[in-house]
């Protein structure tokens, strides 16, 4: 291994570009693969290391020297191969199930620019590096602007949502004050970040008011946007079902609301004439109650399958209910599978046509029938 060492000092330096460790050699090793590039932070050059470790990305970042000793202890210890990328030549290195070190040079023809950019890999809404204030009093980030490594999906999950905002932020009035209000349930962490995204980031007049029933959150939350000076983001105690705080919204956003507590709230907005819905279901029972058809009693009959297709069927007769009042309607993936079956997120945009104009076939109404179906939307919007 002191050949190893020796090469591993030789590499690692300002002509360093990347590198990808792989081929596990013990088969207790949770770690998948490791990725290694040189970036530079606050004018200090580093490697960036990314660990991809059963369903979870670590990041960390080392110095040169320190880069050697963490490669070198990694491929002696749980990995056999590694394929480095250097200015002027790439290097492939095997170990053999004895320890044997096997490298393999090839010199570049054209020499390659060490790319020094941070976040290379995704360029997020909200970047990681850079101090925002509402992630760091939630604890996502540090106080210098880097992403705490257990909160990593929470923050990829923050900018998901963003991402889905951004695509319909035309779709907003820009000439006046946008009224949004968000139907929560649970913490509020997507709640501070629509605020800083739409009033910070894109310098847009914003009024929110976030309705929930859990007084303490009510409490905390207002302390905090006072606390950052977010004026125009509320909290208040109310229940879906019976809210009558306003007369017109312009975008309502429900997250996580159990049940047919999302039926209440896409009815809530079709009869605010929202222009944007964003909606993430969850809990859909009542479905998985009424269900019934003797096609599908073989599948109906598991428990988990039936509870699988209720949901799926949940949200597709809520999508076309809204098409039918006059809303663009996607149904997309709001997190990846491998972190929450429940990741679906229904975005909505009115169409410029009036809602009285209902569109649409009647295959949903066929659809419920079959399957002996009287959903709570379909009876708040009386259809």
């Given at each position: ?116 950019s941070h976040n290379k890999t995704k360029n997020y809404l909200i970047p990681d590096g850079e101090p925002v204030d509402f992630l760091i009093e939630l604890g996502v980030m540090n ?152 096609l599908l009693q073989p599948v109906l009959k598991y428990g988990i399958l039936k509870e699988r297709m209720s949901a799926l069927i949940t949200d597709g007769i809520r999508a076309e209910l809204l098409e ?60």
């Amino acid at each position: 291994m002191e050949e190893l060492n020796s090469l591993l000092k030789e590499i690692i330096g300002d002509d360093f570009i990347d590198a990808v460790i792989s081929n596990r050699s013990d088969k207790n090793n949770k770690k998948s693969k490791v990725l290694l590039r040189n970036i530079e932070l606050k004018g200090k050059r580093y490697v960036q290391i990314t660990e991809y470790v059963a369903n979870k990305v670590i990041h960390k970042n080392l110095s040169y020297e320190d880069t050697v000793q963490y490669m070198k202890e990694t491929l002696e210890k749980e990995f056999k191969q590694c394929e480095v990328h250097h200015t002027e030549k790439n290097i492939n290195i095997l170990i053999s199930k004895k320890g044997k070190v096997t490298i393999k040079t090839k010199l570049q023809t054209n020499c390659k620019n060490v790319d020094l950019s941070h976040n290379k890999t995704k360029n997020y809404l909200i970047p990681d590096g850079e101090p925002v204030d509402f992630l760091i009093e939630l604890g996502v980030m540090n106080q210098d602007g880097y992403i705490i490594k257990a909160k990593y999906d929470k923050f990829r999950q923050i900018n998901r949502f963003l991402e889905y905002i951004n695509d319909i932020v035309d779709k907003l009035p820009s000439k006046r004050q946008i009224s949004i209000i968000d139907f929560g349930c649970g913490s509020s962490y997507l709640t501070f970040a629509m605020y800083y995204f739409l009033r910070e980031l894109k310098g847009l007049d914003v009024n929110i008011t976030r309705l929930d029933l859990k007084e303490d959150l009510i409490v905390k939350c207002n302390k905090l946007a006072c606390k950052l000076s977010y004026d125009n983001l509320k909290f208040e105690n109310g229940d879906i079902a019976d809210y009558t705080g306003c007369d017109s919204v312009d975008m309502v956003v429900t997250l996580h609301a159990c049940d047919v507590a999302t039926d209440y709230a896409l009815a809530k907005a079709i009869q605010w004439n929202a222009r944007v819905i964003l909606s993430v279901p969850c809990c859909q029972h009542e479905v998985n109650r009424q269900i019934q058809n003797d096609l599908l009693q073989p599948v109906l009959k598991y428990g988990i399958l039936k509870e699988r297709m209720s949901a799926l069927i949940t949200d597709g007769i809520r999508a076309e209910l809204l098409e039918k009042c006059g809303y663009d309607t996607q149904i997309l993936e709001f997190i990846d599978m491998e972190h929450t079956p429940k990741n679906i997120l229904i975005r909505a945009v009115r169409k410029h046509i009036s809602l009285d104009n209902k569109q649409s076939n009647g295959d949903v109404f066929r659809l419920m029938e079959e399957l002996h179906l009287n959903p709570k939307l379909k009876k708040l919007l009386d259809m």
